[in-house]
Structures are given as structure tokens and as C-alpha cells.
């Protein structure tokens, strides 16, 4: 963060009486990590803050400290907007872009608090007074560490704080193991582990919680995993009727994308998720090396996201969406050699 915005960033907290923190729709380990985070820190400097999520997220982050306090926006928009018209100070943490929090937009866009922005992703939209954006930082969850750090308080972090950004370091970097993981992700998990975190423990709690239905659901997944070997791409489908089927809950299908891009020489990866309720199609893109499925997702679906993992989502029918990636694939032939 630049000096000038670490002071502004002091005196808009310092001047705050209501903060409200938000995170992007369909809220993952780092959106539910680092607001979580940031609800803990500021509520030691004694602050009125409310954390408001678009939707509901996944159980397996429901064991992060204080999650019971989330007020779920779409289960009740009206106290939410309540606090989003009252607050002097709004959060945007691992989104870019006001669209990204789905059916909140309208009440943020309205919102007369000044924002400050949090986040990794690409291209972020100017709304803020401060916008702290690095998008070669891994994780959110580390911008705020860093962010508590240009505060000059990273004595404030304590083993409730600690978890929350290590979950979220840990779930956007597939474990560690991304190439957004640093030396200085490493050091940042070492000082967080030396708080006294059992870090284990949250990898049991995040991927140690599977039900029967969710691993049946990903073997279906790796049935219908299809190649397309000439262009190095796999992809996954799951229609609404085998979601069903297996009960399939919020979740459920994260990670299940790396399974085909897993496959030896897969440059490419998608998965297809026909989503009955809000009648659209999720889709999450991944790739390795160059290949860009941030380009790739803005250019043809009007999504985003990081260059090796991106989403969006799509108003055409389920075998449409499939059948137009299919057909705009060859042109980038040469990409995906
Ligand atoms: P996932 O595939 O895990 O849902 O998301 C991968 C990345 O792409 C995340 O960083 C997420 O924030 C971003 N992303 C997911 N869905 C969308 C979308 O519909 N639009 C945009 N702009 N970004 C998305
Ligand atoms: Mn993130």
C-alpha cells in the first residue's frame, strides 16, 4: 500500500462509527477468511461492524470464528440494506467489481459510505477511496495480513484472526501449492502458526468434512470428465439433474475443476454447472501456464478472475453453453498447443 493510502485508509477507520464488510457472491475460504479477519481486527479497535454476505456459503467454512455473526443477504435483504445505508465505511474484500456481489449491487451502488477495496483480482473497477490491489498476491486472506502489518497493529493478530487468514491462504492456493505461493506466503504462514494455530486441525475441518453424497457426486464428475486432446482441454459437465440427484449442496463441487486439470498435459480445464434455481449455467475455467482464462472468461462469457483460474456464468441453456466453448476453442489453437 502506498503511504498516502495507509493514512487515509487510518483516518477513514479512525472517523468510521459503522463499518459493514462485504465479499463476492458465493462466498469461498478467502471471502468468508479474510472478511472474517478484518470483522476481528476492527472489532478490537472497538468499531460498530456488520459482515454481509451476498449468499449462503459452504458448511465446511462454519467453524471459522465468529461466522455465526454473517448476516446472509439474501436471506435478509432488509436489515442488510438497513446496515449498508447507515454505514460510513464499506469493505470490499476479494471482489473488483460491485457486480460481483450478485443481488447486493443495487444497495452498494446506492450506498452513500466511502469504500476501501481489498483484493487480488484483475482489473479492478475504481470505486474506492483507497483500492489496495495487488494481483500477485495469492490470496486476499495475505493482503489483509499485510494490511493489518501497514497499520502498524500485526501484534492485534491473534489465533482467531490466524485461522481466518490461514484458511483463506490456504483454499486460494490449492494447499500451497499455486504458483501465486511466495516465500513470503510461506513466512506469513509460519508468523500465523506461531500464534499458537493448530493447522492441521483446519485442513481437517475445510477438506476432512465430505459426505457420502458429495464423493459419489465427484465420481460422477470423473465420468463425465470428456478431452479434447488435440487442444489440450478437458471439461466436466454436471446437470441440474445429477446435482439433484445427489442432493448436492453449496460446495459440494468446489476443487472438482483440478480433477481434469490434473490429466497429463491439460492446459485447459472446465467444469459446467447447470444451477436450476437461478436458471443459469456456472462455469470455473482453469489452466496452467500462460494461457489466460481471465481473458478467455471476459472475452467470450463476460466473467473474470485470476490468469489461471477464472468464472462466469452463462444465460444460454446447458448444451448451448458447452456447445459455444466447444465451437470458439479452435482459435486459440496455437494457446493451447
Ligand atoms: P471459481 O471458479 O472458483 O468460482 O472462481 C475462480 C475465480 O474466478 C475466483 O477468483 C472468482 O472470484 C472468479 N470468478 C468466479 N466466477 C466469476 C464470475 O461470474 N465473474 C467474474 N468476473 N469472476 C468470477
Ligand atoms: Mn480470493
Given at each position: 500500500?502506498?503511504?498516502?493510502?495507509?493514512?487515509?485508509?487510518?483516518?477513514?477507520?479512525?472517523?468510521?462509527?459503522?463499518?459493514?464488510?462485504?465479499?463476492?457472491?458465493?462466498?469461498?475460504?478467502?471471502?468468508?477468511?479474510?472478511?472474517?479477519?478484518?470483522?476481528?481486527?476492527?472489532?478490537?479497535?472497538?468499531?460498530?461492524?456488520?459482515?454481509?454476505?451476498?449468499?449462503?456459503?459452504?458448511?465446511?467454512?462454519?467453524?471459522?470464528?465468529?461466522?455465526?455473526?454473517?448476516?446472509?443477504y439474501d436471506e435478509n435483504i432488509e436489515e442488510a440494506n438497513t446496515h449498508i445505508e447507515s454505514a460510513?465505511?464499506?469493505?470490499?474484500?476479494?471482489?473488483?467489481?460491485?457486480?460481483?456481489?450478485?443481488?447486493?449491487?443495487?444497495?452498494?451502488?446506492?450506498?452513500?459510505?466511502?469504500?476501501?477495496?481489498?483484493?487480488?483480482?484483475?482489473?479492478?473497477?475504481?470505486?474506492?477511496?483507497?483500492?489496495?490491489?495487488?494481483?500477485?498476491?495469492?490470496?486476499?486472506?495475505?493482503?489483509?495480513?499485510?494490511?493489518?502489518?501497514?497499520?502498524?497493529?500485526?501484534?492485534?493478530?491473534?489465533?482467531?484472526?490466524?485461522?481466518?487468514?490461514?484458511?483463506?491462504?490456504?483454499?486460494?492456493?490449492?494447499?500451497?501449492?499455486?504458483?501465486?505461493?511466495?516465500?513470503?506466503?510461506?513466512?506469513?504462514?509460519?508468523?500465523?502458526?506461531?500464534?499458537?494455530?493448530?493447522?492441521?486441525?483446519?485442513?481437517?475441518?475445510?477438506?476432512?468434512?465430505?459426505?457420502?453424497?458429495?464423493?459419489?457426486?465427484?465420481?460422477?464428475?470423473?465420468?463425465?470428465?470428456?478431452?479434447?486432446?488435440?487442444?489440450?482441454?478437458?471439461?466436466?459437465?454436471?446437470?441440474?439433474?445429477?446435482?439433484?440427484?445427489?442432493?448436492?449442496?453449496?460446495?459440494?463441487?468446489?476443487?472438482?475443476?483440478?480433477?481434469?486439470?490434473?490429466?497429463?498435459?491439460?492446459?485447459?480445464?472446465?467444469?459446467?454447472?447447470?444451477?436450476?434455481?437461478?436458471?443459469?449455467?456456472?462455469?470455473?475455467?482453469?489452466?496452467?501456464?500462460?494461457?489466460?482464462?481471465?481473458?478467455?472468461?471476459?472475452?467470450?462469457?463476460?466473467g473474470g478472475g485470476h490468469t489461471n483460474a477464472a468464472g462466469a456464468v452463462?444465460?444460454?441453456?446447458?448444451?448451448?453453453?458447452?456447445?459455444?466453448?466447444?465451437?470458439?476453442?479452435?482459435?486459440?489453437?496455437?494457446?493451447?498447443?
Amino acid at each position: 500500500m502506498k503511504e498516502k493510502d495507509i493514512q487515509k485508509t487510518k483516518s477513514a477507520i479512525q472517523n468510521a462509527d459503522n463499518i459493514v464488510i462485504t465479499c463476492h457472491k458465493g462466498p469461498d475460504g478467502d471471502a468468508v477468511g479474510s472478511t472474517m479477519a478484518l470483522y476481528l481486527y476492527l472489532k478490537k479497535k472497538d468499531k460498530n461492524i456488520q459482515v454481509i454476505v451476498p449468499n449462503n456459503f459452504p458448511d465446511f467454512l462454519k467453524w471459522i470464528p465468529k461466522t455465526d455473526t454473517i448476516l446472509i443477504y439474501d436471506e435478509n435483504i432488509e436489515e442488510a440494506n438497513t446496515h449498508i445505508e447507515s454505514a460510513d465505511l464499506i469493505f470490499s474484500l476479494d471482489y473488483n467489481a460491485l457486480h460481483r456481489t450478485g443481488m447486493m449491487q443495487d444497495a452498494l451502488k446506492n450506498a452513500t459510505a466511502n469504500f476501501i477495496m481489498i483484493d487480488h483480482h484483475q482489473q479492478p473497477d475504481d470505486y474506492a477511496i483507497v483500492t489496495y490491489s495487488d494481483t500477485s498476491i495469492c490470496s486476499t486472506c495475505q493482503m489483509v495480513y499485510h494490511f493489518i502489518d501497514y497499520l502498524e497493529d500485526i501484534n492485534l493478530i491473534d489465533t482467531d484472526i490466524a485461522q481466518c487468514i490461514y484458511t483463506g491462504i490456504m483454499t486460494d492456493t490449492g494447499s500451497f501449492r499455486f504458483r501465486s505461493t511466495t516465500s513470503t506466503t510461506h513466512r506469513v504462514i509460519a508468523n500465523l502458526i506461531d500464534t499458537g494455530i493448530d493447522n492441521a486441525k483446519i485442513h481437517q475441518n475445510v477438506y476432512d468434512s465430505n459426505s457420502y453424497n458429495r464423493l459419489q457426486l465427484l465420481g460422477l464428475s470423473l465420468t463425465n470428465l470428456k478431452v479434447i486432446p488435440e487442444l489440450n482441454t478437458a471439461y466436466i459437465t454436471l446437470s441440474a439433474k445429477e446435482l439433484q440427484k445427489f442432493n448436492a449442496q453449496k460446495g459440494d463441487t468446489e476443487g472438482v475443476v483440478n480433477y481434469a486439470l490434473s490429466l497429463k498435459g491439460i492446459k485447459l480445464a472446465v467444469i459446467f454447472k447447470e444451477d436450476a434455481n437461478e436458471n443459469l449455467i456456472k462455469m470455473s475455467f482453469r489452466s496452467k501456464g500462460n494461457f489466460s482464462v481471465n481473458e478467455f472468461a471476459r472475452t467470450h462469457f463476460n466473467g473474470g478472475g485470476h490468469t489461471n483460474a477464472a468464472g462466469a456464468v452463462s444465460d444460454l441453456s446447458f448444451q448451448d453453453t458447452i456447445t459455444k466453448f466447444i465451437s470458439i476453442l479452435p482459435t486459440y489453437k496455437n494457446e493451447l498447443k
